[in-house]
């Protein structure tokens, strides 16, 4: 079964953010509620990324944690220590298609 509100309540959610964040991307909704809490607490209580910013930004709760978040934040992170970008944008990285990924920030 899809995650209902509670789970979002269950983070502090407000009831307009949820509802923001149902009309920009539906799909929220058929994400399992076990898969939508571990993205919740990725982002809010790791990442530290309000509700309101994600709420704006529900896309990124069909991405995957494994095989696109963590690896990319991975990347940044070195990026970041080798000087090779000076900061930059999580919510656009984390949406960014592969190839753009790539030869914007990889391969450059």
Do not use: H
Request: hydrophobic share 40%; net charge positive.
């Amino acid at each position: 079964m899809g995650c209902q509100p509670w789970s979002f309540k269950s983070f502090c959610w407000s009831d307009d953010e949820i509802l923001c964040s149902f009309r920009k991307q539906p799909t929220c909704l058929s994400i399992s509620e076990e898969n939508i809490s571990a993205k919740l607490d990725f982002f809010m209580n790791k990442l530290n990324l309000k509700p309101s910013v994600l709420s704006k930004n529900p896309i990124i709760f069909g991405l995957s944690l494994e095989k696109r978040v963590i690896p990319r934040l991975y990347v940044m992170q070195i990026l970041l220590s080798k000087g090779l970008v000076k900061e930059f944008c999580l919510l656009s990285v984390l949406k960014m298609s592969d190839v753009r990924f790539r030869n914007k920030l990889v391969t450059r």
